[in-house]
């Protein structure tokens, strides 16, 4: 049995019930039910409006957003889905900062529910650093299913290293 290395933290049995619907060439099928179409945010322009939306919605009193992008890098070079960076510049006597959200450009192809997911989790850095207790919370609160969407995104990347995107959402 091929390592299932999106989904090695979760216990054996599920691990198996992952194998069997593999074997069964039956995960794109799985996926493809709960999660039909893809998310319509396919430029920047309208990936920024919708991360702004969610903060807007969710964390009111934190820092603005400056910038949030697709960027073809991510995969090769962070091997992450997105990235959050906080940005300091020193302009005269003055501190700038600036919060930028970063989402890897396979994700322009998804299912809104999974794009959720990535921009909810880079949010919830901006006021929780580590991956705690406290920053699952935030995740939770933004998107209740976080937890059984981080796991479905995390099936659709092992479907994608054994077979390639699920054509049907591209």
Known sequence: MKKLKYLSHYPQQTQDQVHQLIQADKLSTHLLKKYPSSHTMKNDKSLFSYAIDLKNEYMKKSSPLSKVIYDGKINVIHNALGTHHYISRVQGSKLKAKNEIRIASMFKNVPEAFL???????????????????????????????????????????????KGKLEEWC
């Open 116 to 162: 959720e997911m990535i921009v909810v989790h880079e949010l919830a850095h901006f006021k929780e650093k580590e991956h705690n207790k406290a920053f699952y919370k935030v995740c939770e609160h933004m998107q209740p299913n976080y937890h059984q969407v981080e796991f479905d995104l995390r099936l659709y990347l092992t479907h994608v290293d054994m």
